[in-house]
């Protein structure tokens, strides 16, 4: 018996300093990754390099290609304009991890403008703010590696047992 599950992704919102970090050591971490941000002056080949990166609003690239239970999302551009929509698409979507940057009251007020969508307490329950693990990070390399660390601790302790009944209920 082979079983054979998709790719591990990180799906960033947003092309600024921490994604330049992020990308790297994802790729070395073995995680598939790609950036979506519609300000060009942000997404650009310059900044990025050989990354899948996309320079369109986040609803019209992730109405092309979804989220799943094997992707995490970081929202990390502070603007409810970019962020709001792909956190509660991930939510919808079971993403293993979602993280949002900002300070608490920030995400306070992300979280009303969520529930006014419709998105339940359990579900905003998920979303992990601020981004990554608490280690002081004090640049965007750090957060970076604090946002590294908590998208691999929230994908080796998830509850495998969930996504297999997704999983069978999808196929």
Do not use: M
């Not at 019209?60 to 502070?78: F, I, K, N």
């Not at 603007?79 to 991930?90: C, L, R, V």
């Not at 403008?113 to 905003?124: C, F, M, P, T, V």
């Amino acid at each position: 018996l082979n079983v054979h599950v998709p790719a591990t992704r990180i799906v960033v919102i947003g092309a600024v300093h921490i994604s330049q970090a992020l990308v790297p050591i994802a790729k070395i971490a073995g995680f598939d990754i790609e950036v979506i941000d519609p300000r060009t002056a942000f997404a650009s080949e310059d900044r990025f390099g050989d990354v899948k990166l996309v320079a369109d609003w986040p609803e019209e690239v992730l109405q092309r290609g979804g989220l799943d239970p094997y992707t995490a999302l970081c929202a990390v551009t502070h603007d409810p304009k970019i962020d709001d929509y792909p956190i509660a698409e991930a939510l919808k979507a079971g993403c293993f991890y979602v993280g949002a940057l900002g300070s608490r009251k920030t995400h306070g007020k992300r979280l009303e403008r969520l529930r006014a969508k419709g998105l339940a307490d359990a579900q905003l329950d998920c979303i992990h703010a601020p981004i990554g693990l608490d280690i002081g990070a004090a640049n965007p390399q750090e957060i970076a590696v604090a946002v590294l660390a908590e998208i691999i601790s929230s994908l080796r302790k998830r509850n495998v047992s969930k996504l297999s009944s997704t999983d069978a209920a999808t196929t």
